[in-house]
């Protein structure tokens, strides 16, 4: 891939990168700094300052990448390109772009459902032309982003049997509706049926899927099925901020009840089965002025008012003039129970209020559970809630010796076969208790030192900075305001945590920092001479390795995995382990997962901007976090032109790998060759995954496999 020029002041910022922390901390860069300058210097990695700068973008790079600074635990010897030191034993794919998907050879994937495909019993067939409400409440919603996969029955582990969650993010309005394109202002061109279309397409979409001969397809007709929307799914707010006047509205006195939730980026599945989504860029939806605005400082600090969407036109409640609290009522966590799919969704308040970008879980040792979040845009914050009670765990089922007739499974004849009584007895009883688990607990942000520590900041109402005195009357506020509350305390800002993934084997967390425009320019944070980007374009994994493997401590140590871009492009200054091939590397991590046997797989979404980040599409790549591998990449799966990759979630036996392909055509396609313009419903850049005319792009869930049947990467 050609190298990019990073001092290119970008024009094409999105919500993430524009900056509203006011906070003067040091951020990671003066961090990564402090923290690795004097080992530089020790292994000659050059001088300070510009010297190491002028090391980094001059040398062969991948030979000097070992000594670098933040290369926290770097390869004992030297590795030289072509050696294999990693753990992951596929045939890697190369960068490019073109309007199809690609997988590593010897693998399969296939689109398993798409936009618009039913749901729910009853559901019309997809008409792109004849798009309604009605219609997509019954059909699998737009741009698909976090996957949860939980096992049939609960608790089983079965891994050919299960149900997927799958989060809706946003809709691309002149994408998904024909006619929109030319128009000169398209919120204001949008009928009041598109509208509540869109509201339909956003939310999330559980599905019970099961595998057979080697083939995934969904079940037709499942209890379990149900759409979540934006539209109209009733949700409790519950917690210390529930019924706070703070998030009361004329439609709901209480401050209890919300109509939808909004911007579902990834999430997490807890241990009791239940479907974390996690609400990030509200400010898209909400119109209006902050003058003489009683949350003016509050919202200012979410980046609104900020409209791309036109639905306070025919819905009041986003017009922060109309309704000022509605806009307190979103940025949660919200809890979905996927097997009672009457139940309304929770949004649990004691985890804050910010743009969450995950949620992703882990049993402590002490058996409380720990969720971590990112705060997705720029000198934002890594967040951590952990519970004040103890899980309940759930009968071992796997294990039970009257599972011979393993529940749930669908035999050849097309029965199902069901568990023991007693073993659902149990299964209830654990799930009833750990029912409002997430309603106590408390939330940390982290403060990164340069010495490689990390403190977790409690945010409790009346310790510290967080009182009366600075704004917040109860802990209702210091979660209404968790931004706030967390530069008071002092947290570090960020380059955009994106996903944030606990190591269920090693231990290990990591963090996708996604990347920071901003970096350097005007006003903004300093760069500094480990960290030599004016703009950091390309992103980095953190590593945080918790103080004696508990994720409940008050410290941590945290490290660099990889400096993200291309290591071969002058100026970039990425770092990889040298074994690293021409395509091993990528651009801006963003979700990523681990596989049964603690291997990290990172998904990528460079945005508009690709072109001048790696010159390819999206992907998934392998990258090794242990042994003389660490650091190395390998590309595993590549997205359509303009498409971002999300959700990538693994089955319990790690040989089936479900992926989500969000916004196919969308993004930067006026740098596609052969293209060269902004794509639209009527002249997309693909139309991926049908390619028949008429038929647009279709945000897809692919589900991939080993031809051979055998685990993904073996
Ligand atoms: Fe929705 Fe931060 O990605
Ligand atoms: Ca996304
Ligand atoms: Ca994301
Ligand atoms: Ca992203």
């Known amino acids: ?22 906070s003067s901390e040091p951020g990671l860069g003066d961090l990564i700094e402090r923290r690795f300058s004097r080992r530089a210097l020790l292994r000659g ?52 772009v073109d309007e199809h998907h690609h997988v590593a050879p010897g693998y399969r994937a296939e689109v398993l459902i798409r936009w618009g495909d039913a749901v729910l019993p009853g559901a019309p067939d997809f008409d792109p ?43 691309n309005s002149d994408l998904m509706f024909p006619g929109l394109a030319d128009a000169d202002d398209p919120r204001g061109a949008i009928r009041r049926s598109r509208v509540d279309a869109e509201m339909a397409a956003h939310g999330g979409s559980i599905i019970e899927i099961v595998k057979h001969d080697g083939r995934w397809r969904v079940v037709p007709g499942s209890p379990f099925a149900r759409r979540v929307s934006a539209l109209e799914t009733a ?86 003039n109309a309704e000022p609290n509605e806009a307190n009522r979103f940025g949660w966590i919200v809890e979905v129970d996927p097997f009672d799919p009457k139940a309304p969704p929770v949004k649990r308040t004691a985890l804050g ?69 007693r073993i659902e007895q149990w299964i209830a009883a654990a799930r009833a208790a750990n029912r409002d688990l997430l309603d106590q607990g408390t939330l940390y942000v982290a403060k990164l030192a340069h010495d490689g520590g990390l403190t977790w900041l409690p945010l409790v109402h009346g310790r510290g900075p967080l009182t009366q005195a ?93 400096r993200a871009g291309d290591p071969a492009a002058p100026g970039v200054a990425a770092q990889w382990n040298p074994a690293t091939s021409e395509n091993g590397w990528f651009a801006c991590p963003d979700n990523c997962a681990l596989d049964p046997a603690g291997r990290l797989w990172i998904a990528t979404d460079q945005g508009r901007g690709w072109s001048k980040t790696s010159g390819g599409a999206d992907g998934i790549w392998a990258l090794e976090t242990e042994g003389p591998g660490r650091g190395t990449g390998r590309m595993f799966f590549r997205v359509p032109v303009g498409a971002e990759m999300c959700g990538p979630r693994f089955t319990p036996d790690g040989r089936s790998l479900f992926v989500a392909v969000q916004h196919p055509a969308a993004d930067g396609t006026e740098a596609f060759t052969g293209f060269g313009r902004k794509s639209s419903f009527e002249r997309p850049a693909t139309r991926w995954p049908d390619f028949q005319d008429g038929m647009p792009p279709r945000p897809s869930v692919v589900v991939i496999t080993k031809e051979d049947g055998g685990e993904i990467g073996s």
């Open 1 to 22: 891939m050609p190298g990019q020029d990073p001092t290119t002041v970008p024009d094409d910022l999105d919500p993430d990168d524009i900056r509203v922390n006011p």
């Open 45 to 96: 990695a050059g001088a300070l300052g510009a010297g190491v700068a002028a090391a980094l973008a001059t040398g062969p790079l991948r030979a000097v990448a070992a000594s670098a600074p933040g290369a926290g635990q770097a390869p004992a010897e030297p590795i030289g390109p072509g050696s294999d030191p990693s753990r992951f034993a596929f045939t890697e794919i190369a960068h490019g």
């Open 129 to 171: 032309e004849r798009q309604s409400a009605a219609a997509q409440l019954g059909q699998f919603g737009y741009n698909n982003d976090f996957i949860g996969y939980i096992s049939l029955p609960l608790g089983s582990g079965n891994p050919e049997h299960g149900l997927l969650c799958v989060n809706h993010e946003y809709t």
């Open 235 to 320: 949700m409790r707010l519950s917690g210390p901020a529930s019924g706070h006047p703070r998030l009361r509205t004329r439609e709901d006195p209480s401050g209890r009840r919300v109509i939808g939730t909004l911007n579902n980026c990834a999430g997490g599945i807890t241990p009791w089965g239940t479907y974390l989504m996690a609400e990030e860029n509200i400010q898209l939806y909400f119109s209006g002025s902050l003058d003489d605005h009683p949350e003016r400082e509050n919202y200012r600090r979410f980046g609104m008012p900020d409209p791309r969407y036109a639905w306070s036109r025919y819905h009041r409640r986003f017009d922060l």
């Open 353 to 421: 209020r910010f743009k969450h970008e995950g949620a992703e879980c882990v049993v402590n040792k002490d058996g409380r559970l720990v969720i971590y979040s990112g705060d997705d845009q720029v000198f934002e914050y890594l967040y951590k809630f952990v519970t004040d009670g103890r899980v309940t765990p759930l009968p071992e089922a796997r294990m039970d010796p009257t599972m011979d007739s393993y529940a749930g499974r669908i035999d050849a004849a097309g029965r199902v076969h069901f568990r023991p009584q």
């Open 470 to 562: 600075n704004g917040f009357a109860s802990q209702a506020d210091v979660l209404i305001d968790a931004r706030t509350a967390a530069t008071a305390l002092g947290a570090t800002p960020l380059d955009r945590p994106e996903d944030v993934e606990p190591n269920p084997v090693t231990g290990k967390v990591y963090v996708c920092l996604t990347n920071n425009k901003l970096r350097g320019t005007g006003g903004n944070p300093r760069t500094d001479a480990a960290n030599p980007r004016p703009q950091n374009l390309w992103g980095q994994v953190l590593e945080i390795t918790p103080s004696d493997g508990d994720h409940a401590a008050d410290s941590a140590r945290w490290d660099i995995l990889v």
